[in-house]
């Protein structure tokens, strides 16, 4: 399909340097279609999914219909869940970044709804609701539908699927009937074939080829592992690559805990996504995830229904998906604006066959790949960091830099300049990787780890970024002034993880996970550090906490003991 650029599109100068600033200049294939076609006034059907751009290709027409001066109500999107609901709210608030005076307002349950009422009453023009609360405002007259010219409704099959067809039926019903009705939908099964016969007039189709719903700037690859062993597979796949935000996806939430908690132990930033959490856990955990505070989320399926983050630079499946629709979901994730992505599967057993399911589903490649040794790790690190000196020797004047190193090191302290990169080279990668180099060394594999994942011949930890011995921790702080020691009078003989104590505090008392010191867990009980300007924040945030169950009790340690 030709190109099509955002000036091409006779669109709002306001608009479009909104998009302008959002970094966006040709238009994706939805895009492209459907914002002419919305212009017109006329009816559409999108068959697109999540990561095509579909947010813009009904906000961007949206906008150009909404009379500022007008404090009605005069449009309605409706979402799945709450989380689409807010980020489609979110980017339609870029989009009208320039265009004073309109009001878009996210409506979703668990939300205090006096809030919302107070919102809508303040003169809101477009509203973005999951059908079970805007159906509650219907019916309170607080929505009143007047005025509203344009209702979206934003994966309608996944409404579907969650049981919202009659409340979209009975929204739809009541709303004026001269009025555009827009509808986005990854599927079209008979129901929402059904819903587009009756509440829209001469619809036009329009559609994303199937090629393009598999995703193809994402580099797909599997790993056959052992049930013990992905944890381990999954870390050096997140040190090899070294991916700055990254979604792993489990078939249920007890995986997700359970991988949040492992992965929290070894020293990564990782959170997770899943139903049993409150909305203020779940925003606390997407925000941080947006700003990247935390690096990977952890999450289910239905979960990570509207997660839309366009900086994941990789998707790891660390539990195949049942349903092969889902596969292309969860990749979609990564590879987005333009950007390559990078997939993973950690395969086990008889699981091999369901990927060669999901490849003739996808009309896709998934490549096998072998495990990375250890020493292919740390030899990539090496390499990566070669990269970045090469970068910076071409695109930089390093006159100053050499004329100090000639002087101070080379003429003063009689070395070698090859001495000094060879020195820089082991300082940067750290001296758990001193030996990186050594070429001859047979590289460690997942069979040298002994059960408590030390090389079984060298007697090192498995690593993990922020990995001590004996402690756990994301910076060493130790001793440093601005920490305060917290006592928790649980330990390791009540079933109790770092990982637990780290989420119960960054959790309870909003406060980032690295921000979190040093956690030093024994028999019956545990020590914390934590910033001390946070320190009786977090203590009042802990009063009646539980963890795992249990009831615990914190105070300020005396000290370096109890």
Same mark, same amino acid.
Not at 288 to 312: H, K, P, Y
Not at 400 to 419: A, M, Y
């Given at each position: 399909?030709?190109?099509?650029?955002?000036?091409?599109?006779?669109?709002?100068?306001?608009?479009?340097?909104?998009?302008?600033?959002?970094?966006?200049?040709?238009?994706?294939?939805?895009?492209?279609?459907?914002?002419?076609?919305?212009?017109?006034?006329?009816?559409?059907?999108?068959?697109?999914?999540?990561?095509?751009?579909?947010?813009?290709?009904?906000?961007?027409?949206?906008?150009?219909?909404?009379?500022?001066?007008?404090?009605?109500?005069?449009?309605?999107?409706? +979402?799945?869940?709450?989380?689409?609901?807010?980020?489609?709210?979110?980017?339609?608030?870029?989009?009208?970044?320039?265009?004073?005076?309109?009001?878009?307002?996210?409506?979703?349950?668990?939300?205090?709804?006096?809030?919302?009422?107070?919102?809508?009453?303040?003169?809101?023009?477009?509203?973005?609701?999951?059908?079970?609360?805007?159906?509650?405002?219907?019916?309170?007259?607080?929505?009143?539908?007047?005025?509203?010219?344009?209702?979206?409704?934003?994966?309608?099959?996944?409404?579907?699927?969650?049981?919202?067809?009659?409340?979209?039926?009975?929204?739809?019903?009541?709303?004026?009937?001269?009025?555009?009705?827009?509808?986005?939908?990854?599927?079209?099964?008979?129901?929402?074939?059904?819903?587009?016969?009756?509440?829209?007039?001469?619809?036009?189709?329009?559609?994303?080829?199937?090629?393009?719903?598999?995703?193809?700037?994402?580099?797909?690859?599997?790993?056959?592992?052992?049930?013990?062993?992905?944890?381990?597979?999954m870390c050096r796949l997140l040190d090899?690559?070294?991916?700055?935000?990254?979604?792993?996806?489990?078939?249920?939430?007890?995986?997700?805990?359970?991988?949040?908690?492992?992965?929290?132990?070894?020293? #990564?930033?990782?959170?997770?996504?899943?139903?049993?959490?409150?909305?203020?856990?779940?925003?606390?955990?997407?925000?941080?995830?947006?700003?990247?505070?935390?690096?990977?989320?952890?999450a289910t399926d239905v979960a990570a229904?509207?997660?839309?983050?366009?900086?994941?630079?990789?998707?790891?499946? #660390?539990?195949?998906?049942?349903?092969?629709?889902?596969?292309?979901?969860?990749?979609?994730?990564?590879?987005?604006?333009?950007?390559?992505?990078?997939?993973?599967?950690?395969?086990?057993?008889?699981?091999?066959?369901?990927?060669?399911?999901?490849?003739?589903? +996808?009309?896709?490649?998934?490549?096998?790949?072998?495990?990375?040794?250890?020493?292919?790790?740390?030899?990539?690190?090496?390499?990566?960091?070669?990269?970045?000196?090469?970068?910076?020797?071409?695109?930089?004047?390093?006159?100053?830099?050499?004329?100090?190193?000639?002087?101070?090191?080379?003429?003063?302290?009689?070395?070698?300049?090859?001495?000094?990169?060879?020195?820089?080279?082991?300082?940067?990668?750290?001296?758990?990787?001193?030996?990186?180099?050594? +070429?001859?060394?047979?590289?460690?594999?997942?069979?040298?780890?002994?059960?408590?994942?030390?090389?079984?011949?060298?007697?090192?930890?498995?690593?993990?970024?922020?990995?001590?011995?004996?402690?756990?921790?994301?910076?060493?702080?130790?001793?440093?002034?601005?920490?305060?020691?917290?006592?928790?009078?649980?330990?390791?003989?009540?079933?109790?993880?770092?990982?637990?104590?780290?989420?119960?505090?960054?959790?309870?008392?909003?406060?980032?996970?690295?921000?979190?010191?040093?956690?030093?867990?024994?028999?019956?009980?545990?020590?914390?550090?934590?910033?001390?300007?946070?320190?009786?924040?977090?203590?009042?945030?802990?009063?009646?906490?539980?963890?795992?169950?249990?009831?615990?009790?914190?105070?300020?340690?005396?000290?370096?003991?109890?």
């Amino acid at each position: 399909m030709e190109t099509v650029r955002f000036d091409e599109l006779q669109l709002d100068e306001r608009i479009l340097r909104a998009v302008t600033d959002m970094g966006f200049e040709a238009a994706s294939p939805i895009q492209a279609q459907a914002i002419p076609v919305q212009m017109e006034g006329r009816d559409v059907v999108g068959q697109a999914q999540t990561g095509t751009g579909k947010t813009a290709a009904f906000g961007i027409p949206l906008l150009q219909k909404i009379n500022p001066d007008s404090k009605k109500l005069q449009a309605i999107a409706l +979402c799945p869940t709450r989380e689409l609901a807010i980020q489609v709210a979110e980017e339609i608030r870029r989009l009208a970044k320039y265009m004073h005076g309109i009001k878009v307002l996210p409506i979703y349950g668990g939300q205090d709804i006096v809030r919302q009422i107070r919102g809508l009453k303040d003169g809101t023009q477009i509203v973005i609701g999951t059908p079970g609360r805007v159906m509650d405002h219907m019916r309170r007259k607080t929505i009143r539908c007047d005025h509203i010219h344009t209702v979206i409704m934003d994966e309608a099959d996944e409404m579907l699927n969650m049981g919202f067809l009659e409340d979209m039926e009975t929204i739809l019903s009541q709303l004026p009937e001269e009025r555009q009705t827009v509808m986005f939908s990854a599927t079209m099964p008979v129901e929402i074939q059904n819903i587009a016969r009756r509440f829209q007039k001469e619809p036009v189709m329009v559609k994303v080829v199937k090629k393009e719903l598999t995703v193809p700037k994402v580099t797909q690859y599997y790993y056959e592992v052992k049930p013990k062993t992905k944890v381990e597979v999954m870390c050096r796949l997140l040190d090899m690559y070294a991916p700055k935000l990254s979604v792993a996806f489990c078939n249920t939430k007890k995986q997700v805990d359970e991988l949040v908690q492992d992965l929290q132990g070894r020293g #990564y930033f990782a959170e997770g996504l899943h139903g049993d959490l409150k909305q203020m856990q779940r925003d606390r955990v997407m925000s941080s995830f947006r700003n990247g505070t935390t690096e990977i989320l952890v999450a289910t399926d239905v979960a990570a229904r509207g997660i839309d983050v366009d900086n994941v630079e990789a998707v790891f499946n #660390y539990d195949i998906p049942q349903d092969d629709e889902y596969y292309v979901h969860r990749i979609g994730r990564t590879g987005r604006a333009g950007k390559d992505g990078i997939a993973f599967s950690l395969v086990v057993g008889k699981e091999v066959y369901k990927l060669r399911d999901i490849q003739r589903y +996808c009309k896709t490649k998934i490549i096998p790949q072998a495990i990375p040794s250890l020493d292919d790790i740390t030899a990539i690190k090496a390499e990566k960091i070669m990269e970045q000196v090469m970068e910076l020797i071409n695109e930089t004047d390093l006159t100053k830099t050499v004329n100090f190193i000639e002087k101070k090191i080379l003429e003063e302290e009689e070395c070698t300049s090859l001495d000094v990169a060879a020195a820089l080279l082991k300082l940067a990668m750290g001296e758990e990787n001193e030996d990186v180099i050594d +070429c001859s060394r047979p590289a460690r594999s997942l069979d040298d780890l002994d059960r408590y994942g030390r090389d079984s011949r060298t007697g090192r930890g498995k690593g993990g970024r922020g990995s001590r011995d004996g402690r756990y921790g994301r910076y060493d702080r130790e001793d440093r002034e601005d920490m305060a020691r917290l006592f928790v009078n649980i330990g390791k003989n009540q079933n109790i993880r770092p990982g637990d104590v780290l989420g119960a505090v960054a959790g309870e008392s909003g406060i980032s996970g690295k921000m979190v010191g040093s956690i030093d867990m024994y028999d019956n009980y545990t020590f914390v550090e934590v910033p001390r300007e946070y320190a009786d924040a977090v203590l009042r945030a802990m009063k009646d906490v539980k963890i795992k169950g249990k009831n615990v009790h914190v105070e300020k340690a005396n000290g370096r003991g109890r």
